[in-house]
């Protein structure tokens, strides 16, 4: 049975400050890794997605990677700003249904 | 294309009422899926539907769940007799058939059972 896993469940840092958010998955067997972002009582925002093939994708400051082998993702995020608070979610992809990590919770002080 | 669209955004209802939810994907989606999530949660997969064909249902669908997609077109999500453990956010979300199976998330249906 495929277990998302991210740590940790929540982070502070000061604004400006680089970060990384961890995601570990069970079985290497996907289709794609997506890393969606999600505001208090909103939706989801799909930021990236990683089809099985790929290492990595980028979009403006945020990179993420992929490690199918050792069943790991991460998300970085540069210069981090108080916009980019948010809970951030991993999700792997596979037999056509998302698999959901629990989240990080990302808090930026000004 | 105006993405997939959830309504309504906010449902707030007694326990022990019914309720239930529409989901309009993107059009030409033939894939139709439904997730839930609680509070402090990542969202759990509910059932998925291939044009109208309900393919897969979740162990989570008790049977006070229940969903239709009758024309291939726009899915609707029924609770029978509300309990306050159905208290969630419910995501659809579409995909086209093949492609890369990306799938497109609504802005979700937030559901209090009071």
């Known amino acids: 049975k495929q277990e998302v896993t991210q740590i940790p469940a929540a982070l502070s840092v000061p604004e400006g400050e680089n970060l990384v958010l961890n995601c570990s998955f069970t079985d290497s067997a996907i289709y794609n890794l997506q890393w969606f972002r999600q505001d208090p009582g909103k939706g989801l925002t799909s930021l990236l997605l990683i089809q099985s093939s790929q290492r990595e994708q980028t979009s403006g400051r945020l990179n993420a990677s992929l490690d199918k082998s050792s069943g790991r993702s991460t998300l970085y995020i540069a210069a981090s700003q108080p916009g980019d608070s948010a809970t951030y979610l991993c999700a792997v992809n596979r037999d056509d249904k998302i698999i959901f990590g629990k989240g990080t919770r990302l808090h930026i002080l000004p | 294309d105006t993405g997939v669209s959830q309504d309504p955004r906010h449902k707030i209802t007694k326990r022990g009422q019914n309720v239930t939810f529409r989901c309009d994907p993107i059009?030409?989606?033939?894939?139709l899926y439904w997730y839930r999530q609680t509070l402090g949660q990542g969202p759990e997969f509910l059932t998925y539907?291939?044009?109208?064909?309900?393919?897969?249902k979740s162990r989570l669908l008790s049977d006070r769940f229940s969903a239709e997609r009758p024309k291939g077109s726009f899915s609707t999500l029924e609770i029978q007799r509300t309990e306050q453990g159905d208290s969630a956010m419910y995501l659809c979300?579409?995909?086209?058939?093949?492609?890369?199976?990306?799938?497109?998330f609504g802005a979700g249906t937030r559901l209090s059972v009071l």
């Open positions: 059009s030409e989606h033939n894939r």
């Open positions: 979300a579409s995909s086209p058939l093949g492609g890369k199976n990306i799938q497109y």
């Open positions: 539907f291939q044009n109208e064909a309900q393919l897969e």
